[in-house]
Nanobody, 114 residues
Framework: QVQLVESGGGLVQAGGSLSLSCAVS????????MGWYRQAPGKQRELVAT??????TNYADSVKGRFTIFADNTKNTYLQMNSLKPEDTAVYYC?????????WGQGTQVTVSS
C-alpha cells in the first residue's frame, strides 16, 4: 500500500516562500511520475507541477519561474514555492502515478495573504 504524507503548508504573506514536502512509503515499483496539484475553494483540482521518474518536469503556466519541483533518490517529492501570490491559496495535494493508478495524499493548506 502506498502512502503519501504532505507537510510544509501554512500562512505566508504575498511575495514570501514556502516549501512543501511529500513523504512516500510503500511499494512504488513502477512509478511513472510524481506531482503536486492544488484545489482552491469552489474550483476544480488543477495541476501545479509534475516530475517523471526520469526527471523531466512540467509546470502550470501560472507557476512557471516561481515554483520548482524536485525529488530525492527515495522519491520523496518537494515543491519550492517562491514569490507567492494570493491566488496561490489552495489545498496542495501530492500525487504519485504508479502503473497508471493515481495515489493522493491528504493535502496541506497554503494560504497567501495580500
Amino acid at each position: 500500500q502506498v502512502q503519501l504524507v504532505e507537510s510544509g503548508g501554512g500562512l505566508v504573506q504575498a511575495g514570501g516562500s514556502l516549501s512543501l514536502s511529500c513523504a512516500v512509503s510503500g511499494n512504488i515499483i513502477g512509478v511513472e511520475s510524481m506531482g503536486w496539484y492544488r484545489q482552491a475553494p469552489g474550483k476544480q483540482r488543477e495541476l501545479v507541477a509534475t516530475i517523471t521518474n526520469g526527471g523531466s518536469t512540467n509546470y502550470a503556466d501560472s507557476v512557471k519561474g516561481r515554483f520548482t519541483i524536485f525529488a530525492d533518490n527515495t522519491k520523496n517529492t518537494y515543491l519550492q514555492m517562491n514569490s507567492l501570490k494570493p491566488e496561490d491559496t489552495a489545498v496542495y495535494y501530492c500525487n504519485f502515478r504508479i502503473l497508471e493508478y493515481d495515489y493522493w495524499g491528504q493535502g496541506t493548506q497554503v494560504t497567501v495573504s495580500s
